[in-house]
């Protein structure tokens, strides 16, 4: 079975050209034109948030693969270890945002107050220097921390862009460049800089590059 993508269906007159491309990729070329990867022609766009992946992006432009699949971290094996069995997506699971809900509901005591439900109420309480909020969004760096290990061991990108609805928090940054510094060679870790747009932004441009692309292969073919 091929690699499953969340695909929007659209109503689009005959003979208009439709190109597939998953939102991963989209902010991955959001950021090289036009957020925290300007400038670097090679990069790894890391995004977590509810589900996980990459955006592979060599000499400028975006790594597919043979199946259109290149970046599904959702699909390493986790965990390895003895005497415990891989489970699919079981990695996406363990590091995607109800999880760390889950994490914080089980470590949260009662004198804290109440529980936070979302990420983004974890992450302003661990701003605003709450002990348990902070000790959980600093396990969560930590976990991001290997798996940019992860990354930087198989692609060396020289450049890991940190983005999605927790990922983009720059409270991330301190734990993940640790661990990431502990495991592997330098590489440099930022944030996002294209934020929720970031799939608009780079489908935008994929869009008019494709646009041009189309024009200029018809008037050549004219010529």
């Excluded at 495991?183 to 799939?199: F, H």
Aim: contains cysteine.
């Amino acid at each position: 079975a091929g690699p499953v993508f969340d695909a929007m269906v659209v109503a689009l007159p005959p003979g208009v050209p439709v190109h597939l491309e998953n939102n991963v990729n989209c902010a991955a070329l959001a950021e090289l034109h036009e957020g925290a990867a300007r400038g670097r022609h090679t990069f790894g766009y890391l995004r977590i948030g509810v589900g996980i992946g990459l955006g592979i992006v060599i000499g400028g432009q975006v790594l597919r693969g043979a199946n259109g699949a290149a970046g599904e971290l959702a699909r390493l094996p986790y965990p390895w270890d003895d005497g415990r069995e891989p489970r699919q997506e079981a990695l996406e699971e363990y590091i995607g945002a109800r999880s760390l809900l889950r994490r914080a509901a089980e470590a949260w005591p009662d004198v804290d107050g109440p529980c936070p439900r979302t990420a983004e109420r974890l992450f302003a309480l661990a701003g605003e220097g709450r002990a348990t909020a902070r000790a959980v969004v600093g396990r969560h760096a930590a976990d991001i921390g290997r798996l940019a290990a992860a990354v930087a061991a198989v692609l060396d990108p020289g450049l890991i862009v940190l983005g999605g609805s927790t990922g983009a928090d720059p409270q991330l940054l301190p734990g993940v460049r640790a661990e990431l510094e502990r495991l592997s060679w330098p590489t440099e870790v930022v944030s996002s800089a294209v934020g929720d747009l970031g799939t608009v932004v780079g489908a935008a441009r994929l869009a008019v590059a494709r646009g041009v692309q189309t024009v200029t292969e018809a008037a050549r073919t004219k010529d």
